[in-house]
């Protein structure tokens, strides 16, 4: 694209889209909703953050079963890991939070674009 050219506009936000959007952030996947509303860099930030969250909490549970298991065989030294899942916790705690902050922005924008759908309705056949 050349930086002369005019940006495209999207398309207003309709409520149905806003209020799936914000379900599919605060009930499966913080981001996910926010880039299926074409937000792409606070979906990609909010998805980047989730996922991270999640691995840390992944690494951790590893590693408290592999201290699980070695305490039937005695290889293994219990060695405090809470550190992961805290920092695991805290991560997709900040996901969640900043898509709830997206989804309400969302909403917000679908209510303002409203009248805006309204008026691309074309008007009825009056025979």
């Known amino acids: 694209m050349k930086p002369s050219s005019p940006q495209r506009r999207r398309k207003p936000l309709s409520a149905t889209t806003a209020r799936n959007a914000a379900l599919v952030n605060q009930l499966a996947t913080p981001g996910l909703g926010t880039l299926m509303a074409g937000r792409l ?60 902050v997206t989804s309400v922005s969302l909403l917000r924008e679908a209510k303002r674009n409203a009248p805006a759908a309204f008026a691309e309705v074309p008007p009825p056949l009056i025979r």
């Not at 980047?48 to 691995?55: M, N, S, T, V």
């Not at 590693?63 to 005695?74: K, N, S």
């Open 41 to 100: 860099v606070a979906g990609i930030g909010q998805l980047i953050l989730a996922l991270a969250g999640f691995g840390f909490i992944v690494v951790w549970f590893g590693a408290l079963l592999r201290q699980y298991y070695g305490l039937i065989t005695g290889d293994v030294p219990v060695t405090p890991t809470t550190w992961l899942a805290q920092v695991g916790a805290g991560l997709f705690i900040a996901a969640w939070w900043w898509s709830l």
